[in-house]
T-cell receptor, first 111, second 116 residues
Framework: AQSVSQHNHHVILSEAASLELGCNYSYGGTVNLFWYVQYPGQHLQLLLKYFSGDPLVKGIKGFEAEFIKSKFSFNLRKPSVQWSDTAEYFCAVRGNNRLAFGKGNQVVVIP | DTGVSQDPRHKITKRGQNVTFRCDPISEHNRLYWYRQTLGQGPEFLTYFQNEAQLEKSRLLSDRFSAERPKGSFSTLEIQRTEQGDSAMYLC??????????????FGPGTRLTVT
């Protein structure tokens, strides 16, 4: 069964700082990887995805993630965060027709 | 709004009562999923349907839980004899399911269940 590890569950940073959230997965098959975001009071939304091809994927709102197969990682980055990026971020891996999620990163951006 | 919808958004029930939740997926999506999310955790897979067929169930889905998707459109999740440990957010997601093609799942707003 697939699994996902996310570290640094609570992140506090100031506006304009850079953000990087780590994600490591475990799955023996072909991986599809995702980052979802949940803004306060809203439902889970897809931020970006990796299916195949270029390991550097770009998502909405200036986020990007890099798939490194040798490290089983799919880290999320944003060079300069805004207050509106305050949210919970979940990494997920798809395998066997289901998504396995990490525990999430609660990110708070201070204006 | 053409996204995934769930009803009700909140449900408070007493221990031992039965509850039923509904999910309406995006109309052209043939796959429908149920997940459960507790505080401080990511969503955990419960079950999924392709059209009206329930193809997989997690070990998390005890005998008190049953899900249906009778016409391959909306789905219901019923919990019988609720327990306090059932308190959680129940999420529904839908996706296309084309053989050989990857896909993404779209999530609804969830139903928050509180068992007192």
């Amino acid at each position: 069964a697939q699994s996902v590890s996310q570290h640094n569950h609570h992140v506090i940073l100031s506006e304009a700082a850079s953000l990087e959230l780590g994600c490591n997965y475990s799955y023996g098959g072909t991986v599809n990887l995702f980052w979802y975001v949940q803004y306060p009071g809203q439902h889970l939304q897809l931020l970006l995805k990796y299916f195949s091809g270029d390991p550097l994927v770009k998502g909405i709102k200036g986020f990007e993630a890099e798939f490194i197969k040798s490290k089983f990682s799919f880290n999320l980055r944003k060079p300069s965060v805004q207050w509106s990026d305050t949210a919970e971020y979940f990494c997920a891996v798809r395998g066997n027709n289901r998504l396995a999620f990490g525990k999430g990163n609660q990110v708070v951006v201070i204006p | 709004d053409t996204g995934v919808s769930q009803d009700p958004r909140h449900k408070i029930t007493k221990r031992g009562q039965n509850v039923t939740f509904r999910c309406d997926p995006i109309s052209e999506h043939n796959r429908l999923y149920w997940y459960r999310q507790t505080l401080g955790q990511g969503p955990e897979f419960l079950t999924y349907f392709q059209n009206e067929a329930q193809l997989e169930k997690s070990r998390l889905l005890s005998d008190r839980f049953s899900a249906e998707r009778p016409k391959g459109s909306f789905s219901t999740l019923e919990i019988q004899r609720t327990e306090q440990g059932d308190s959680a957010m129940y999420l529904c997601a839908s996706s296309l399911g084309l053989a050989g093609s990857p896909y993404e799942q779209y999530f609804g707003p969830g139903t928050r269940l509180t068992v007192t």
